[in-house]
């Protein structure tokens, strides 16, 4: 473990991990319970369309979540995009800018407005307050997203919608396995959308779907993943391919078996993190606490201003040592286009945004990341801090 400033590779000591410590390792199950579901489809010689590994899947997230109905699709982004389009969303719907740029997306690819508020400093999600003052005649659903995998406010924001007789959606891309006031996420909106990517606490490879408790809303849902094909050859509605294979499905089924084993390593990687940083000057971690529900997918850092380095130079001091910290979700969804040009004084409205995006940075977790890589990039945010001078003028000098 390095042990003098001289250590840092910034400094030109060695780097760390020179094979790379990232962001997002994929959680992976047990290969031979993928590999037997895997011979179980090549002998089915049945690949996709609804088949019978998505469907146990998808009663296997019933059965999770407690929702009444589960759409399993081929990523977290045709869930979104087949979403808005089955609840016959119009005109404006609000949600945070502090997320990834494809909550946004769906929107604006369906035609919507999306209409960025601000966040809650301590939970970096919706603001109720502020989702309420930008509610106007056109709105019509609130996306919250359940942030870092935690969920927040969403008593308070289910009365702003009932209030104004608007849908309320979350986006739980980050979300598996997380609850609020102890029940899990999944049925806390009118529907929830999960994304099962390879960096997420469950992954598919590529995948995601919908929970929800309204009938309609799943049949139209199954209709829009299928091309609208109802039977056939007969289309009933404006569809698209959002299916999921069954190749995924066996890779989600064979994650989610092991999750209670992903969302333990996730609590010990955090508690780890917050002992050996709780001395550091200038950086607090600030992920949700899974004692309180959260999934403890991502580990928060919030760098403070002041004598020690910024967010930006820590990043680059880590970078130097093989450790891939992630600037999650710097600009601001409102800062990228078509946003940007579109909305040029947004960053007024979002001033809470505005400071976190410059503030946080995420550091890696999950059953890829042993302790000993924990204490490692704990040691160096700690170097790195206690000689911040030396460090931004080594910096500056390239
Ligand atoms: N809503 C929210 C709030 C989301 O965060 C996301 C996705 C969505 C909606 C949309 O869901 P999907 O359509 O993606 O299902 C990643 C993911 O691509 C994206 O799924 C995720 N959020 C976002 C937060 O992160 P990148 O560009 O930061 O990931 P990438 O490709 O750089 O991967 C991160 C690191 O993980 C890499 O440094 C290497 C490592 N890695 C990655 C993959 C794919 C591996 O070691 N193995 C792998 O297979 O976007």
């Known amino acids: 473990m390095k042990a003098h400033a001289r250590d840092l590779a910034v400094l030109g000591g060695a780097p760390a991990f020179p094979g790379l410590l990232h962001v997002g390792r994929p959680n992976l199950g047990n290969r031979d319970e993928l590999h037997r579901r895997i011979d179980e489809l090549w002998e089915r ?3 996709t369309n609804d088949g019978e590994l998505v469907r146990e899947l998808e009663q296997r997230l019933c059965d999770y979540t407690g929702a009444r109905h589960c759409v399993a699709t081929s990523n977290g982004t045709a869930a979104l995009d087949i979403l808005v389009r089955a609840a016959g969303l119009t005109g ?3 949600l945070p800018s502090f997320t990834f740029v494809g909550t946004a997306h769906a929107l604006a690819w369906s035609g919507l407005e999306p209409v960025f508020c ?3 400093p301590t939970t970096h999600t919706l603001d109720p307050g502020r989702v309420e003052e930008l509610v106007s005649d056109r709105t019509s659903a609130i996306l919250g997203v359940h942030l870092w995998g935690a969920a927040h406010f969403v008593d308070e924001l289910r009365s702003v919608a009932t209030r104004h007789s608007l849908a309320l959606f979350f986006d739980a891309a980050h979300a598996f396995g997380a609850r609020y006031k102890g029940q899990p996420v999944g049925r806390l909106g009118d529907a929830e959308v999960f994304s099962f990517h390879a960096t997420k606490i469950v992954n598919s490879f590529e995948g995601g779907a919908i929970t929800t408790d309204d009938d309609a809303l799943a049949a139209r849902l199954r209709l829009l993943r299928n091309f609208g094909f109802e039977d056939y050859d007969r289309v009933v509605d404006l569809g698209t391919n959002a299916k999921m294979s069954e190749a995924s499905a066996a890779m989600g089924l064979t994650s989610l078996d092991a999750l209670d084993h992903f969302l333990a390593a996730n609590a010990r990687n955090l508690v780890r993190y917050r002992h050996r940083l709780a001395d550091v000057a200038g950086v607090r971690v600030v992920s949700p606490d899974p004692r309180e529900g959260a999934n403890g997918h991502y580990v928060v850092l919030e760098v403070d201003p002041g004598p020690g380095l910024t967010r930006d130079e820590l990043q680059q001091a880590l970078w130097k040592e093989g450790v891939l910290a992630r600037r999650y979700f710097y600009p601001g969804c409102h800062a990228h286009e ?12 979002l001033p809470v945004t505005e400071k976190l995006v410059s503030r946080v940075l995420c550091l890696p977790t999950g059953t890829a990341v042993t302790e000993g890589d924990i204490d490692e990039v704990c040691a160096i945010l700690a170097l790195a801090q206690a000689s911040a001078d030396v460090v931004r003028r080594q910096l500056g000098r390239r």
Do not use: F, G, K, N
């Open 45 to 47: 010689r049945w690949l």
């Open 92 to 94: 404006e719907v609000i």
């Open 118 to 120: 601000d966040v809650d």
């Open 338 to 349: 078509p946003y940007a040009t579109r909305h040029a004084d947004a960053a007024r409205h």
